[in-house]
């Protein structure tokens, strides 16, 4: 069955980085475009980054840009999520979560359990 596990969540400083690994299995990772989302107590999910099934396109959100970078490793079947200069506000839980095989589709079927980012002083 189709399984995604975060790991690399963790409490950091501002200023700080941290990367976010998903493994997925049980599905051709490679043919699937894979997304990282956020979600904060209270409110609702976040799309934070995705990227294409093969790596060759990249969408962020505004909040992230320039300081957040969404990478893929199709042999390990694994889903990065490089981030940067962390702020107290990127304070959440992260998911992975699978899209589909057409990138302009923006969806989700298969999610992660989650990994908690706190970003603190």
């Known amino acids: 069955q189709v399984q995604l596990v975060e790991s690399g969540g963790g409490l950091v400083q501002p200023g700080g980085s941290l990367r976010l690994s998903c493994v997925a299995s049980?599905?051709?990772?490679?043919?699937?475009?894979m997304n990282w989302y956020r979600q904060l107590t209270g409110k609702e999910r976040e799309l934070v980054a995705r990227i294409s099934s093969k790596g060759g396109r990249t969408d962020y959100a505004d909040s992230v840009k320039g300081r957040f970078t969404i990478s893929r490793d199709n042999d390990k079947n694994t889903v990065y999520l490089q981030m940067n200069s962390l702020k107290p506000e990127d304070t959440a839980v992260y998911y992975c979560s699978r899209g589909t095989t057409t990138y302009i589709i923006k969806s989700s079927d298969y999610w992660g359990q989650g990994t908690q980012v706190t970003v603190s002083s």
């Open positions: 049980g599905f051709t990772f490679s043919s699937y475009t």
